[in-house]
Structures are given as C-alpha cells and as structure tokens.
C-alpha cells in the first residue's frame, strides 16, 4: 500500500524506502532472491534521488550565481539610472537657471527698452512744455510790445489826431503796458518763491473782508461777461495768519481762470467755509465753465502745462503752477474737481494759525489795495474785448468783427485800426475763424485767403453754407491779388476784396460802407417782417427765411409772458448768444427786443378794433402788467393803447 502510496505521488525518495524495508523484510523471511530484487530497486532509486538532488543542488547554485549577476546586473542599471536621472535633473535645474537668467535679462532690457522709452517720452514731453511756454511767453510779451510799437508810430505818422484819439492811444499803450509788467512781475515772483529769496510778510486780520473785497473786485469784469458771481462765508469774521500778497494772488488767479472758462449765462461760487474741527479755512472757488479733461487733471499744476482742451485761451501755463507754490508756503493744500463740459471746484485749505511766524503784524487797511489782482483784470479785461461772447442783450454801439489772419503782425495792425470804433476778435487760421464765428457770430469778418488747416476760400464757402453764419458780410485781404483771385472770392460771395499792402482808409471806408449797407438791409427785412402776414411766404432769401421761422415761432407763443430767449434758442438748436447776434446781424435787435418789438407791433393790429379792451390785448400780447404794457406801447408809438384805439389811422 506504502508503495502504491509512492507511485501515485511519484515520490523516488519514498519509493526508495519502501524498496529497502522489503529487502529488509525478505532478508529476514529468507527470501534471498526478493530481497536482492529489492536492493537493486532500493539502490537504482536512491542514486536516482541523489542524482536528482545534486541536480537540484547544481541548479540551486547556478540560479543563485544567476540570481548574484542578475542582482548585480540590476544594481548596475540602477546606478544608471540613478546616474541619468541626476543628469536630467541637473540638465533641468540648468535648464531653469538658463531661463530664469534669460528671463531676468530679458526682463531687464524691457525694463531698460521701457525706463529708455519713458525717458524720452519725458524728455520729448519736457521739450514740448518748454517750447509751449517759450512760444507762449513770447507770444505774451510781443502782443503788447507790438501793440504799443504800432499805435506809437501812428501817433508820430499822424498829425491829425484829436485829443479824444490821442487819450485813447495812450490809455491803450498804458494798458497793454501794465499788461507786461504784470506779466514781468509774476514770472519775477515765480523766481523768487522758488529761490525762497524773499521772506513773506505775514499778517493778522478778518480774511473773510479780505476775500470778499477780491470777489467785488472780479465783480464787474464777471457780470460783463454776463457770468454770475456770488460771495458766501458761514461767518462774518474769520481772524486768520496769512500772507496778503499771497491770498491776493491765489484768488486773482483763480477767479480769472473761472471768469475766462465761464460762458455767459454760467455761475461762480466763491465760498469761505471755517473748518472748526481742524481749525483750518477752506477757499471754494465753483464754476459752470467748460471744465477740465480728467486726463488733465493730474498736471494742471505743473509748471508751463496748457491742456490742449484749452489752447485757445492765451496764457502761460505758470498761473496754477505759481498758485500751488503759494498754498505750500502757507501749510496749505488745494485740490481740484473737475468734468468736462460742467465746471470745476478748486479748493484751498489754510491753516488759521502759523505756528512758524515769529512775528505778525496786524492787518491794515491800506493792505487790501488789491494790487496784482487790478492788473491782473487789465489782462482779464483785454482779452475779454478779444473774447466777449455777447447774450440776448447785445450791444450795438460797437459791432463785432473777427479778423482771421494767421500773420500776427497784420493781425495786430488791423486790430489796431479797428479797435477804437469795433470790438474785435481774432482767430489764427480758417478752422479757427469758424469756429469763433459759430461761437462769438460777428458782425463782419476779415479774413486772409492763404492760412493754414482751412484757407479763405474754405472758410467763406462753410460759412455762407452756415444757417447761423450766411448773413454775415465778409471782407477778403490777400497778396494774391489776379484777376482770377479776385471774381473766385466774389463768386464765393464775400463783399470786398484787398490787396495786400493797403492803405487803412480803404479797409475803413470799406468797412462803413458795407455797414451802411447792411444798416438799410435791416430796415427792409424788419419792414417785411413787420407788415407781412407771418404765415405768408417771403422772398427767397436766407436771411427772411429765418426771420420768417423765428417770427413764426415768436407768433404762436406771443401771448405767454415767460417766451424769453432760452426758450427761443432751444427751438432754433442755438445758444442763447448766437441767437441774439444771429437776429441782430439781421435786424439790429436784440433776441428780447426783437420779441418786444413783434408784440407791439401785435398789440397795434388789435387797437385798431376798438371794442376790444386794453388788458385783453395785454394779455393777448403777453405782458404781466397792463400798465407795464401801456408805458411800452408809449414810449414805442409816442401814445398811450387808449389814445391810439381812438385814432389809429393817424399812427403809422
């Protein structure tokens, strides 16, 4: 059974075994042959199980000798790899060592391309500034230097000059005079506050009279340009350190600005509020004017920047900039708000108290001559005249008349033979010139034929093209002066044409003559309008056909007592100032009396019915008051509504 056991399992050692128990077992039976069979059984297996385990043992030592190599083998090949990979990874931190250094420079070079690029642009910005304020300034000193050169030579060329001529000549040189000086002296003080050469009077005293007297003073210049300005302290005295000069300087400065950036109809707040808390003084200086870009904003009180917003208006880019000086020496701040089209707030903050001042002395009175804010409205009130932009109430005792000319020089002298007798603006070149007579609408224009950006041909041609410009006479002053020139400039319809050189009589003879001219013009065109049916056609004309529109408007609406020029200047797309001078370049009446004029002449087609009451053609007409009504209808007809409905055949 053993034995079946051992086969089945395939067991030699087994086998073996069992062979040699039963030679052992046959060996004691006596069996001899049995027992030999099993002995040579016992040793065939035993030397087959002994050759099997010396196989085993030979394959134990090779698959271990193999198992050494291949163990070593493995070793190896980690070593490389190991090996390879601290090669990547030295490649990969050389790698990044390489980048982060390229990354750096390149870094580094843009920085220096961009620092470089920054510079010039500094530099080139730098350059343009100080060029600006050359130009600027030069243009500042040689206007009134000019000015006085040429009415000077007038005065010795003529002999014939009444005494009335003579002191307007000379009151013109003393202004623009003043003028420099004023300007010397402030590039003078700009000088001085920045060596700090000149020790600063401090004084003691109520700055809120101060201030107010600087309000009063730009009072007058404010309310001809129809500009409101209005006065407000929280008290009515406030004791303060201050330097007089300072302040006197710091308000000019920053009323003029607001007066010459404020159109007419606008408003200024000039409010003095004490801050308890901080016991400290704030300056509020608010206008309606044109505003600044926010752009701007950031260098409106560098030296020598003009934004380009606002190059139109002379100046020399120190005036903020020496404003803000003053402020710091006095432990001051200001600061600026502002939006394009809808003012701007500047804003000074002082301190009460100057705790540095080692002396202070009392305020007098004499102190608040206002002296440099007197020169600074002589400045003010020059260019004003260049610059007067006339409302609903426009004066006729001085025309207008914009001279477009881009030679300063010829400019100037024109100005100089016209601006006694005319009011006068000026423009540099056509695009210019447009854009002054949209804005200012002149009773004449002068213009050159060759200018920059727009000549004279385009400005005459944009203008006669212009609603709000075609009634405007133009007079044309050029070198060029052929054949051809000259019936070109009359086709394209201006009224005269010079040569250059002139004489002054001509321009002056010129000038009266197209004023008479158009002086009989109005007449016919009010004689049309007054004795026309408003709903009935008028002659091809551009000038009636406004008028016809205007009348038709004025017609329908005259029996409201609040029609007023606002009102009128909306429906016509147009500022209230343009369509006063429109109406007046056409009529020789303002917007107001032109309206005035149209419910009298109203209210005197009503009289002629004589059943219908004096108060009911009062109303009709749209005034208040009928006694109001009567004292115009007087002073307009030379008799009273009662006197007329009882004879109105006898009233032309």
């Not at 003053?326 to 701007?344: A, Q």
């Not at 100089?416 to 007798?421: A, N, P, Q």
């Not at 002056?508 to 197209?514: A, H, K, M, Q, V």
């Not at 009062?618 to 002073?635: N, V």
Request: aromatic share 8%; proline share 2%; glycine share 4%.
């Amino acid at each position: 059974m053993a034995e079946n056991t051992a086969n089945e399992i395939k067991s030699p050692e087994h086998l073996s075994t069992v062979y040699n128990l039963k030679h052992d077992y046959y060996l004691r039976e006596g069996n001899y042959q049995l027992a030999l069979d099993n002995y040579k059984q016992h040793r065939a297996l035993q030397d087959s199980v002994k050759g099997i385990m010396e196989a085993s043992n030979y394959m134990d030592i090779r698959l271990g000798h193999e198992q050494n190599k291949s163990s070593l083998r493995m070793r190896q090949i980690e070593a490389n790899i190991k090996m390879e990979q601290q090669k990547k990874r030295l490649i990969t931190l050389l790698a990044r060592a390489i980048f982060i250094v390229s990354a750096i420079i390149i870094a580094l070079l843009c920085y220096g391309y961009h620092l470089r690029k920054r510079s010039n642009k500094i530099l080139k910005k730098m350059e343009r500034t100080r060029s600006d304020f050359f130009t600027n300034i030069t243009h500042e000193l040689r206007t009134p230097l000019t000015v006085i050169q040429v009415l000077n030579r007038q005065m010795q060329q003529k002999k014939d000059l009444t005494d009335k001529e003579k002191t307007a000549f000379r009151a013109a040189i003393d202004r623009q005079s003043n003028n420099l000086l004023t300007l010397v002296n402030q590039l003078l003080d700009v000088a001085k506050l920045k060596r700090g050469s000149e020790e600063p009077q401090w004084k003691q005293g109520d700055v809120v009279g101060f201030l107010q007297m600087a309000a009063e003073t730009f009072r007058f210049y404010a309310s001809e340009k129809e500009v409101a300005l209005m006065f407000y302290s929280d008290l009515d005295v406030i004791e303060m350190d201050f330097i007089p000069s300072y302040i006197d300087k710091i308000v000019s400065n920053l009323l003029s600005n607001a007066i010459k950036h404020t159109d007419a109809g606008g408003k200024i707040d000039f409010v003095v509020t004490h801050e308890q808390c901080s016991n400290t003084i704030s300056i509020c200086i608010n206008d309606t004017g044109e505003g600044i870009p926010q752009k701007d904003l950031k260098y409106i009180f560098d030296f020598f920047y003009q934004s380009q917003e606002t190059k139109n208006h002379s100046g020399t880019g120190i005036g903020l900039a020496f404003t803000k000086m003053m402020v710091l020496k006095m432990k001051g701040k200001i600061e600026v708000e502002s939006e394009l089209g809808k003012g701007s707030i500047f804003t000074v903050t002082l301190p009460l108290r100057n705790k540095k001042a080692s002396h202070i002395l009392p305020l007098n009175e004499d102190e608040r001559s206002f002296s440099a804010l007197s020169a600074n409205n002589e400045i003010f009130t020059e260019s004003y005249k260049e610059t007067k932009d006339m409302d609903n109430e426009v004066s006729t005792v001085n025309p207008l008349v914009l001279i477009v000319e881009d030679n300063r020089d010829i400019a100037l002298y024109i100005k100089s033979l016209l601006m006694y007798k005319y009011n006068i603006i000026t423009a540099r070149n056509g695009k210019e010139g447009l854009e002054e007579a949209e804005r200012c609408i002149p009773d004449l224009v002068i213009t050159d034929l060759m200018m920059p950006l727009k000549d004279g041909y385009q400005l005459v041609s944009e203008m006669k093209q212009n609603r709000l410009l075609n009634h405007i006479p133009i007079i044309m002053i050029t070198a060029k002066a052929t054949d051809v020139d000259r019936i070109k400039s009359l086709s394209y319809g201006v009224e005269a044409f010079i040569q250059k050189p002139f004489q002054e009589q001509e321009l002056l003879i010129r000038i009266e003559n197209i004023f008479e001219n158009r002086r009989i013009l109005k007449e016919r065109y009010m004689n049309t309008i007054t004795r026309s049916n408003s709903e009935n056609k008028l002659d091809n004309d551009a000038n009636l056909e406004f008028l016809q529109i205007i009348t038709s408007i004025i017609h329908s609406e005259i029996n409201n007592p609040e029609l007023n020029s606002s009102y009128l200047a909306d429906k016509m797309a147009m500022s209230i100032s343009q369509l006063s001078r429109k109406i007046n370049g056409i009529t020789g009446y303002s917007t107001i009396s032109y309206v005035l004029k149209l419910k009298l002449n109203k209210a005197k087609k009503m009289l002629a019915d004589e059943s219908i009451l004096i108060s009911e053609v009062s109303d009709a007409c749209g005034f208040y008051d009928a006694s109001y009504f009567s004292r115009i209808f007087k002073k307009e007809f030379g008799v009273s509504p009662s006197h007329y409905q009882k004879m109105p055949t006898l009233i032309s």
